[in-house]
T-cell receptor
Framework: QKEVEQNSGPLSVPEGAIASLNCTYS??????FFWYRQYSGKSPELIMF????GDKEDGRFTAQLNKASQYVSLLIRDSQPSDSATYLC?????????????FGSGTRLQVQP | ETGVTQTPRHLVMGMTNKKSLKCEQH?????MYWYKQSAKKPLELMFV???????ENNSVPSRFSPECPNSSHLFLHLHTLQPEDSALYLC????????????FGAGTRLSVL
């Protein structure tokens, strides 16, 4: 069973701080990695994806991937109260040709004003 | 608005009822998905359709019956459900080649009494 693990949180950070969200995965064949944001009662919204080792930056968000360690993270700089949500890590493995994602349970982020 | 529309947004049904969930995507995608999201659990993939053909059934009970008449529409027919089937049901779509970039609808919140 291929797994994606996240700390459920809540992760509480003050406004303006950097929030660091972490995710580990078990399938070494994983090729694509995604971060979704889900507000309470809403659907997941894709915010970042990364395919290669290293960092990928988009505005206040930075995704970091280390395939050797099977680790992917999301950094949110200058955190705002509006960033308070559950962040889902998702992984796609092309080895199986599976046209679907394996999701983690999500980390709940709380940004304190 | 992601271009994936789900109806109804909320549904309450008894265990003997028959109802259907509808999903429509306006993105020109060829793959569509049904996921189940229960409280404090990862999103669970239920079904995958690619070019109207079912490519994956993730051991879903037969009381859930999917239908995909074309690449833009996906249904989930429900009958004889159990209270534990109460959850948020999410539809997603993706391009055929970019299968991992999935976009979600707003979901249907289902309550089974």
């Amino acid at each position: 069973q291929k797994e994606v693990e996240q700390n459920s949180g809540p992760l509480s950070v003050p406004e303006g701080a950097i929030a660091s969200l972490n995710c580990t995965y078990s399938d070494r064949g994983s090729q694509s990695f995604f971060w979704y944001r889900q507000y309470s009662g809403k659907s997941p919204e894709l915010i970042m994806f990364i395919y290669s080792n290293g960092d990928k930056e988009d505005g206040r968000f930075t995704a970091q991937l280390n395939k050797a360690s099977q680790y992917v993270s999301l950094l949110i700089r200058d955190s705002q109260p509006s960033d308070s949500a559950t962040y889902l890590c998702a992984v796609n493995s092309m080895d199986t040709g599976r046209r679907a994602l394996t999701f983690g349970s999500g980390t709940r982020l709380q940004v304190q004003p | 608005e992601t271009g994936v529309t789900q109806t109804p947004r909320h549904l309450v049904m008894g265990m003997t009822n028959k109802k259907s969930l509808k999903c429509e995507q306006h993105l020109g995608h060829n793959a569509m998905y049904w996921y189940k999201q229960s409280a404090k659990k990862p999103l669970e993939l239920m079904f995958v359709y690619n070019f109207k053909e079912q490519t994956e059934n993730n051991s879903v009970p037969s009381r859930f019956s999917p239908e995909c008449p074309n690449s833009s529409h996906l249904f989930l027919h429900l009958h004889t459900l159990q209270p534990e089937d109460s959850a948020l049901y999410l539809c997603a779509s993706s391009q055929d080649r970019e299968a991992a970039l999935q976009y979600f609808g707003a979901g249907t919140r289902l309550s089974v009494l």
